[in-house]
């Protein structure tokens, strides 16, 4: 099942959005640019500024962790040249996770790290900040020998490693993070499967739709490009009515 | 105006999409960048629009934050002034724009407007960029006259999205039908008596001289832009808006 993504649930924002996998929701709101203050400012370029709050309590060393992951991996996303001196602050508060019985602290992690990535993305494409490209970061596990996209709770009780893997449009590597036991065929298997699903999720239906898709691309529905064109179609409606 | 898909960020513009040109230059508008030669990304999501006569193209973005770009008119706020200037906030959060203390139509050192806090104005966008402070003017700095820039006295301000403010300022075609597709403003004011300045920093100001006039326009309007009503159902609303008041 691909991932929900609910584009502007937030209106006071400038830009918001909610992602929703089997294991965890996330409501990510975006902001920018603004002003920034003295000690974060920098003359050439935008602050990219992640908050990560937990589902309950306040955050810990955790979750300062994951926002350095976060915000280096928009750092080479969001094109900060053209916001130079402000600061473009991002939002993301986790809604629903998983029952976590038994479950290594380390693995939740990881597998929280892809929905932050994608939920984080769809709120700055919502808040029309100028971006490079597009990107989708995949969750696959390697579990004796077979690999798993998409994991479910259960997936990842039984796994023995876990990988978020972030692809942008032109098939590049923008973020790879990786908890429990693997080797280097194991990591290789994984990340193709996921650059395939990532390619597969933003892939436009119009150019190639009749093409004999090469077996791993091309299942599933272009869910990220499907989401964000809806948004847009919504907004643009008033033309065709009136 | 030609509409097709919707892109995503990052993608290129295909060259059958581009407008011909004569003189072999193309104008891009918000949320494109030029790649030497001859690329064009986009850098957003939404739909791609051309004006073939100016050789321009553009991509709609749904929502986001105002940026300002020179000639644009907005509703601004005094947040303090200094020596010469007013420091004026367009959005939140972000850095105030500066207003001459003496951008006022006739205005000398003895007769300004004596502008305090809080205080609103109908401001032109004069320069913007993102080296420096924005500037703004409440006057044709080339004529001298206002053309109806300047402080605005009483009224209420409501909180729009600047697409929606955008739609309010396209004016009408040549029948007299509502390029943006919003109503609003002439049917209410075939019955009800209103002054309004539309700013695009998604900001409206509304004057009646009545409280519950004018909060009848501020509402309608924000109603259109957040329920996004059709023209048929701007009517009905204004309708059952305005049936208790005569």
């Not at chain 1, 929900?4 to 830009?15: F, S």
């Not at chain 1, 023995?160 to 790879?176: I, K, P, Y």
């Not at chain 2, 629009?49 to 321009?56: C, I, L, R, S, V």
């Not at chain 2, 206002?146 to 006295?153: R, V, Y």
Request: charged share 25%; aromatic share 4%.
């Amino acid at each position: 099942m691909p991932p929900t993504l609910t584009l502007h649930p937030l209106h006071r924002a400038d830009g918001s959005a909610t992602h929703t996998t089997p294991l965890f929701t996330i409501l990510a709101a975006a902001n920018g640019p603004l002003e920034v203050s003295r000690r974060d400012e920098l003359p050439e370029e935008a602050a990219i500024e992640v908050n990560v709050r937990p589902c309950s309590g306040v955050g810990g060393p955790r979750e300062r962790w994951m926002e350095g992951v976060i915000t280096s991996l928009l750092k080479s996303l969001v094109l900060v040249n053209m916001y130079p001196r402000t600061l473009v602050q991002v939002t993301l508060q986790v809604t629903k996770e998983p029952g976590m019985g038994g479950l290594k602290r380390a693995v939740k992690d990881v597998a929280l790290l892809a929905g932050l990535g994608n939920a984080a993305f769809a709120a700055l494409v919502d808040a029309g900040v100028a971006l490079g490209g597009t990107m989708v970061v995949g969750l696959g596990v390697a579990r004796e020998g077979e690999v798993v996209v998409e994991p479910g709770e259960k997936e990842l009780l039984g796994c023995g490693s876990v990988h978020a893997v972030a692809w942008g449009m032109r098939g590049e590597m923008l973020m790879a993070e990786s908890a429990g036991r693997f080797g280097v065929e194991e990591w290789e298997g994984v990340a193709g499967r996921l650059r395939g699903d990532a390619m597969g999720a933003i892939k436009n239906d119009e150019e190639d739709g009749d093409d004999v898709m090469d077996g791993e691309v091309g299942q599933k529905e272009p869910w990220l490009r499907q989401a964000l064109g809806e948004s847009v179609r919504d907004a643009g409606a008033w033309r065709e009515t009136g | 105006m030609a509409t097709t898909s919707v892109l995503l960020p990052g993608e290129q513009i295909p060259p059958s999409d581009l407008p011909p040109t004569k003189k072999g230059t193309l104008t891009l508008g918000p949320n494109l960048r030029h790649l030497p030669p001859s690329t064009i990304l986009t850098t957003t999501s939404g739909s791609l629009h051309t004006d073939p006569k100016k050789a321009a193209l553009w991509i709609d973005a749904p929502h986001g934050r105002y940026q300002p770009s020179v000639g644009d008119l907005v509703v601004a706020q005094i947040h303090h002034g200094s020596t010469d200037t007013y420091h004026c906030a367009l959005t939140p959060h972000t850095a105030y724009a500066l207003l001459g203390q003496l951008a006022f139509e006739g205005a000398n050192k003895k007769t300004r407007p004596k502008l305090e806090s809080g205080d609103l104005v109908y401001a032109r966008v004069k320069t913007a960029s993102k080296w420096e402070d924005v500037e703004i003017e409440c006057f044709n700095s080339s004529t001298g006259k206002a053309d109806g820039l300047g402080p605005l006295k009483g009224g209420m301000v409501f909180n729009i999205s600047p697409a929606f403010a955008r739609r309010l300022m396209m004016g009408t075609d040549k029948e007299g039908r509502s390029k943006g597709g919003v109503v609003v403003l002439e049917e209410v004011g075939e019955k009800v008596k209103f002054e309004v300045a539309v700013g695009r920093n998604g900001r409206v100001w509304v004057d009646s001289g009545n409280v519950a006039a004018t909060l009848v326009v501020g509402r309608l309007l924000m109603g259109c832009d957040e329920k996004g009503w059709s023209v048929e159902e701007q009517r009905r609303e204004i309708e059952t808006c305005l049936r208790p008041m005569f």
